[in-house]
T-cell receptor, first 112, second 113 residues
Framework: GENVEQHPSTLSVQEGDSAVIKCTYS??????FPWYKQELGKGPQLIID?????GEKKDQRIAVTLNKTAKHFSLHITETQPEDSAVYFCAASKSSGSRLTFGEGTQLTVNP | DSGVTQTPKHLITATGQRVTLRCSPR?????VYWYQQSLDQGLQFLIQYYNGEERAKGNILERFSAQQFPDLHSELNLSSLELGDSALYFCASSVVSDSGELFFGEGSRLTVL
């Protein structure tokens, strides 16, 4: 089955700096790559996703890039703010009813 | 608020006991997923139901079982509980069974003493 690896497990940045989280996946048939943010005491929430026919997608301060050849994708957060502090999960899945396989998560801390 | 409701939010029980966790999906969502999140670990997929039928199975122990009812709510039954079963159990729902956004509930925190 699919295996998703995520790095780093913890990331600490100063407010205003950029943060990058990287993931690799094993199944070349995977074609959907979402990122979820989990705040303390809450369930994960989708923040951005990308499909395999697109190399990059942006939404304000958040961007995701995908390299299908290398089987890796990354989350980029620019101009970080303290409210960006949370656990971020990458995930991958195939279409046709396959469920999401999540990475282990990255604890992002943005220091004021 | 994701629209997914999980009960109970917290549950403390003893080893060997049995518990039932309940999930009400978002209105109109046919798919329900159960995930386990242990301390310092990611989200481990347990099982998926689509419109009442089991669609996919992950690393779910034989001591665990689930079902989705005609009104689309789902229950996860955990029996012969062990200390290692202590975790956050999340339910998520989506519109269709294909890949797409999952809407997660706030989880049920199970503590086995």
């Amino acid at each position: 089955g699919e295996n998703v690896e995520q790095h780093p497990s913890t990331l600490s940045v100063q407010e205003g700096d950029s943060a990058v989280i990287k993931c690799t996946y094993s199944d070349s048939a995977s074609n959907y790559f979402p990122w979820y943010k989990q705040e303390l005491g809450k369930g994960p929430q989708l923040i951005i996703d990308i499909r395999s026919n697109v190399g990059e997608k942006k939404d304000q301060r958040i961007a995701v890039t995908l390299n299908k050849t290398a089987k890796h994708f990354s989350l980029h957060i620019t101009e970080t703010q303290p409210e960006d502090s949370a656990v971020y999960f990458c995930a991958a899945s195939k279409s046709s009813g396959s469920r999401l396989t999540f990475g282990e998560g990255t604890q992002l801390t943005v220091n004021p | 608020d994701s629209g997914v409701t999980q009960t109970p939010k917290h549950l403390i029980t003893a080893t060997g006991q049995r518990v039932t966790l309940r999930c009400s999906p978002r209105s109109g969502d046919l798919s329900v997923y159960w995930y386990q999140q242990s301390l310092d670990q990611g989200l481990q997929f347990l099982i998926q139901y689509y419109n009442g039928e089991e669609r996919a199975k992950g690393n779910i122990l034989e001591r665990f079982s689930a079902q989705q009812f005609p009104d689309l709510h789902s229950e996860l039954n955990l029996s012969s509980l062990e200390l290692g079963d202590s975790a956050l159990y999340f339910c998520a729902s989506s519109v269709v069974s294909d890949s797409g956004e999952l809407f997660f509930g706030e989880g049920s925190r199970l503590t086995v003493l």
